[in-house]
């Protein structure tokens, strides 16, 4: 999904903020938070969506020009779709994410933190969904911005929030800091996998304010547990 047309490009680039990162303390704890013994191991959320009833109108395609073949999948608590992980450093420019180390990068996300600014795809571990559109809409779907996701990679689990919004035929993207937490390849420029990712986005559910990890991970591992049936 690192592939724009080149007005949107060039309309990005006009509105580039600096690409320094900012130097006041954040409004929230970013550091990395531990999951628990207790946590919901990835094969038994793998095992919950081995099976898939399509909530989506088509298929979706992980990259421009690739062969559409990636439903929305959904239950009465949750939507998925196994994909590719395309790398979305968009939002607050910082160190690793800006118009240097990403030809492709916009200052901006769908949704915003708590004091208006856009997200830091370099902190926040968060995904992308489609936008709204003929195939699929989040939104009639008990999603929305700050929605817990658990993104599954091989045996890691991390949890993270629905916070930016993607081409409304691709799927597959999830911040710098997701990729990092799981193992991948966070570069913007070739990193990402191109495929064996599993996201499951749990309905009705939210992270507020939209940037506190360690409350997306807490609410990530009560859905899990719901979601796997274990109390």
């Given at each position: 999904?690192?592939?724009?047309?080149?007005?949107?490009?060039?309309?990005?680039a006009?509105?580039?903020?600096?690409?320094?990162?900012?130097?006041?303390?954040?409004?929230?704890?970013?550091?990395?938070?531990?999951?628990?013994?207790?946590?919901?191991?990835?094969?038994?959320?793998?095992?919950?969506?081995?099976?898939?009833v399509?909530?989506?109108?088509?298929?979706?395609?992980?990259?421009?020009?690739?062969?559409?073949?990636?439903?929305?999948?959904?239950?009465?608590?949750?939507?998925?779709?196994?994909?590719?992980?395309?790398?979305?450093?968009?939002?607050?420019?910082?160190?690793?994410c800006n118009?240097?180390?990403?030809?492709?990068?916009?200052?901006?996300?769908?949704?915003?933190?708590?004091?208006?600014?856009?997200?830091?795809?370099?902190?926040?571990?968060?995904?992308?969904?489609?936008?709204?559109?003929?195939?699929?809409?989040?939104?009639?779907?008990?999603?929305?911005?700050?929605?817990?996701?658990?993104?599954?990679?091989?045996?890691?689990?991390?949890?993270?929030?629905?916070?930016?919004?993607?081409?409304?035929?691709?799927?597959?993207?999830?911040?710098?800091?997701?990729?990092?937490?799981?193992?991948?390849?966070?570069?913007?420029?070739?990193?990402?996998?191109?495929?064996?990712?599993?996201?499951?986005?749990?309905?009705?559910?939210?992270?507020?304010?939209?940037?506190?990890?360690?409350a997306?991970?807490?609410?990530g591992?009560?859905?899990?547990?719901?979601?796997?049936?274990?109390?």
């Amino acid at each position: 999904m690192r592939v724009q047309s080149l007005s949107l490009a060039a309309a990005s680039a006009a509105l580039l903020a600096p690409t320094t990162a900012p130097t006041t303390t954040p409004p929230y704890d970013d550091r990395p938070v531990t999951r628990r013994a207790d946590a919901v191991a990835a094969a038994d959320l793998l095992a919950k969506v081995r099976d898939c009833v399509p909530v989506s109108r088509g298929n979706y395609r992980s990259d421009y020009g690739a062969p559409a073949t990636i439903p929305v999948c959904g239950t009465r608590d949750a939507v998925y779709w196994k994909a590719d992980m395309d790398i979305d450093c968009d939002g607050r420019p910082g160190p690793r994410c800006n118009r240097r180390t990403d030809p492709y990068f916009a200052p901006s996300t769908a949704f915003a933190q708590s004091d208006g600014r856009p997200l830091s795809a370099e902190r926040l571990p968060f995904i992308v969904v489609p936008a709204p559109g003929r195939i699929w809409d989040y939104r009639e779907h008990g999603v929305r911005g700050g929605s817990v996701v658990a993104v599954i990679h091989r045996d890691r689990v991390q949890y993270a929030v629905v916070g930016d919004t993607g081409p409304q035929h691709i799927i597959g993207e999830a911040s710098y800091a997701t990729a990092k937490a799981l193992g991948i390849r966070p570069d913007p420029h070739g990193g990402g996998v191109p495929s064996g990712v599993t996201y499951i986005v749990f309905k009705n559910t939210r992270v507020s304010p939209i940037e506190d990890h360690a409350a997306a991970v807490a609410a990530g591992e009560r859905a899990a547990k719901r979601f796997v049936g274990a109390r």
